[in-house]
């Protein structure tokens, strides 16, 4: 079944870290994107983080770069977002998800919300000054 379960949202203070994991199918991550969008009250969804089932490489949002850090096990079953420095900017939902593969056709695409297929429920992530 075709499945995306995010966990590790929390309030944390502004400076502070945070991890988020995203439980997936198998087949999802093979020759596949997944990444990790958010959306903040008011504000449309953003592509935050990316990265390839493949050979693994990733893609942040400049927003995130020096700070966030996409991951994912040897299984490829579980997909990880290790934040720091966080800022109150930072707040929003934030939502797992998987393109199809072969859904990527460009890396100025591969933070774009449109080209994914599946998509978990998300966790609240709050940061406090």
């Known amino acids: 079944q075709v499945q995306l379960v995010e966990s590790g949202g929390g309030s944390v203070q502004a400076g502070g870290s945070l991890t988020l994991s995203c439980a997936a199918s198998?087949?999802?991550?093979?020759?596949?994107?997944m990444g990790w969008f958010r959306q903040a009250p008011g504000k449309e969804r953003e592509g935050v983080t990316a990265?390839?089932?493949?050979?693994?490489?990733?893609f942040y949002a400049d927003s995130v770069k020096g700070r966030f850090t996409i991951s994912r096990d040897n299984s490829d079953n579980t997909l990880y977002l290790q934040m720091n420095s966080l800022k109150p900017e930072d707040t929003a939902m934030y939502y797992c998800?998987?393109?199809?593969?072969?859904?990527?056709?460009?890396?100025?695409?591969?933070?774009?919300?449109?080209?994914?297929?599946?998509w978990g429920q998300g966790t609240q992530v709050t940061v406090s000054s």
């Open positions: 998800a998987a393109t199809l593969p072969g859904a990527i056709d460009s890396l100025a695409t591969a933070l774009d919300a449109t080209k994914y297929k599946y």
């Open positions: 198998k087949y999802l991550y093979r020759y596949s994107y």
């Open positions: 990265i390839y089932t493949g050979p693994a490489s990733a």
